[in-house]
């Protein structure tokens, strides 16, 4: 892919599943990798891959829901100048709306939509400043068509997509292009966490079933189409939304 070594990237949630698969992506493609993760041994251990394989990482230990942590991380970073930022952390807990209480509203909203704004407000200002800038916001499908017991969740996620375009569109002519990812059902320690116990095992089987190529997604799947958002090869789109769900949802 072109235009990817040497750039300085950020990586939310580096230590695991989707985020963790990125991070080496982008060092195989000669980027340096800044990882930022609430668990900094996961994210040591991929920036550990990262610099065996000949690139640079660093590992910050960064929780993205607390705003003067993010700006910390920001201020160390940001004077060597970012090309692009992958807000890919996420976190939910399936439970029936009806059900739910108000604690849970509260971490789902703070990791999933305060977590990125935090982020961006960090990020861009440097940016803008620089005239050039990639944003790539790992979403999700729930954002798009809902998913049930994550109503929350999918408030924040669609939250995402609307908060891309817009940004996208505020930024356009300043060199800053944003487009947002979502992944369908993968098979990360997140959906583990869903899959748990007997009613888990049925919605994996299901969802295997529904998928129309016929399995969950890998945290593979999602580095390429990341990077390529990142690349010079795609230096004409921005504000799209691109699912990544082997055919579970289509739209165009
Ligand atoms: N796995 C799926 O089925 C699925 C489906 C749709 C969307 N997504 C989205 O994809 C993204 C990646 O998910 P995944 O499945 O790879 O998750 P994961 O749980 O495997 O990894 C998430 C990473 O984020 C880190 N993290 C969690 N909370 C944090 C916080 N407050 N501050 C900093 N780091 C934090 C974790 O330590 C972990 O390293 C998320 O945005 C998720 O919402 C996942």
Redesign the pocket.
């Known amino acids: 892919m072109r235009g990817l070594k040497d750039r300085r990237v950020i990586v ?8 963790a698969a990125t991070c080496r992506r982008f060092g195989e493609e000669g980027a340096h990798v800044f990882i ?4 900094v041994d ?1 994210a040591q251990r991929t920036a550990d891959d990262i610099r065996a394989s000949g690139s640079q990482a660093d590992a910050f230990e ?4 607390d705003r003067d942590a993010v700006s910390a991380a920001i201020k160390d970073i940001g004077p060597g100048g970012i090309d692009v930022l992958v807000n ?5 807990r399936l439970v029936p709306f009806v059900e739910s209480d108000t604690d849970l509203w509260k971490k789902v909203i703070d ?2 939509l305060y ?1 990125p704004l935090h982020l961006h407000h960090a990020v861009l200002p440097v940016m803008i400043a620089q005239g050039r800038g990639r944003v790539v916001n ?1 979403a ?3 954002g798009r068509v809902g998913s049930t017991g994550e109503a929350v969740y999918s408030a924040c ?1 669609g939250g995402i997509i609307a908060f891309t375009k817009t940004m996208a569109r505020e930024l356009a002519r300043s060199g800053v292009q944003l487009n947002a990812v ?5 098979d ?4 583990a966490s869903f899959a748990e116990g007997e009613s888990g095992g049925r919605i994996k089987t299901a969802l295997e079933k529904a998928i129309p190529m016929g399995r969950l997604a890998r ?1 593979d799947d999602f580095p390429g189409i990341i990077c390529f958002l990142a690349s010079d090869d795609a230096g004409f789109i921005t504000g799209q939304t691109i699912s990544v769900s082997g055919g579970l949802t289509m739209s165009g």
Do not use: Q
């Not at 960064?62 to 829901?65: F, G, K, L, P, R």
């Not at 990360?188 to 959906?191: E, I």
């Open positions: 939310t949630g580096g230590g695991s599943g989707i985020g930022l993760d609430i668990n996961n960064v929780d993205i829901a890919n952390v996420g976190w939910d990791i999933n977590g790992i999700s499908d729930a996620k979502c992944p369908g059902p993968t990360t320690p997140l959906f945290p």
